[in-house]
């Protein structure tokens, strides 16, 4: 049975290790992992939070969620929302799955408590972004409502779609 719940800040390793192992699992480009410090900062600090999901305590997936509230890299920006809105931007900032574990719905899943939690915390905007050629993570974002908006160069030059969510009317 696949649990799924809140990180924690003992999450930091296994969520690096499932990020590692998934970076093998598609072309180079389509993702870019983390390093550890900046998971931990948005796992229990204050940055964000995270979900991950876990088959016998091991976790297999997870999904980390920031809050960027007036930083720089708030996706609304380059969507030009005002800035009274740009507090209540939820990024889905990184989403991967063990490579063994792909293939049962897990991103869906996760995006969508993600989702539900981020609710709870008065967010209007569910942002991410994702590469044009990431055709599984794409497909996943659409299913669950979110609309391409435009192409952007980020992370150092890889182009990028960000999609958008509203999440409450
Ligand atoms: C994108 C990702 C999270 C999707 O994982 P998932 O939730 O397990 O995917 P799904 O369950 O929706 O899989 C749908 C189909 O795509 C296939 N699939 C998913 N990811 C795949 C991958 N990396 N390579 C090959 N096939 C893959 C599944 O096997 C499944 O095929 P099927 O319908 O024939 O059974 C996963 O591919 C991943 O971790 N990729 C690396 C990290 C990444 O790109 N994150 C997203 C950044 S925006």
């Not at 930091?12 to 998934?22: F, G, K, L, Q």
């Not at 970076?23 to 390093?35: R, T």
């Not at 991410?128 to 435009?150: D, H, M, Q, W």
Request: glycine residues 10%; proline residues 5%.
């Amino acid at each position: 049975m696949i649990t799924i719940r809140q990180t924690g800040p003992d999450d930091v390793w296994p969520i690096r290790s499932v990020m590692t192992a998934a970076l093998a699992s598609v072309p180079m480009g389509d993702f870019v992992a983390d390093d550890p410090d900046f998971i931990a900062r948005h796992i229990g600090g204050g940055e964000g939070t995270g979900l991950v999901a876990l088959s016998k305590q091991t976790v297999i997936a997870y999904v980390l969620v920031r809050f960027p509230g007036r930083a720089a890299d708030n996706l609304g920006l380059d969507l030009g929302l005002p800035a009274d809105e740009l507090g209540s931007v939820a990024h889905m900032e990184s989403v991967a799955v063990d490579p063994e574990w792909q293939g049962h719905g897990l991103q869906i899943r996760l995006v969508t408590a993600a989702e539900e939690l981020v609710r709870t915390f008065g967010m209007v905007w569910s942002l991410c972004t994702v590469s044009p050629t990431n055709t599984y993570s794409l497909a996943n974002f659409i299913r669950l409502g979110y609309e391409r908006k435009i192409n952007v160069v980020k992370y150092g030059g890889f182009e990028r779609v960000v999609l958008a969510k509203r999440l409450r009317s």
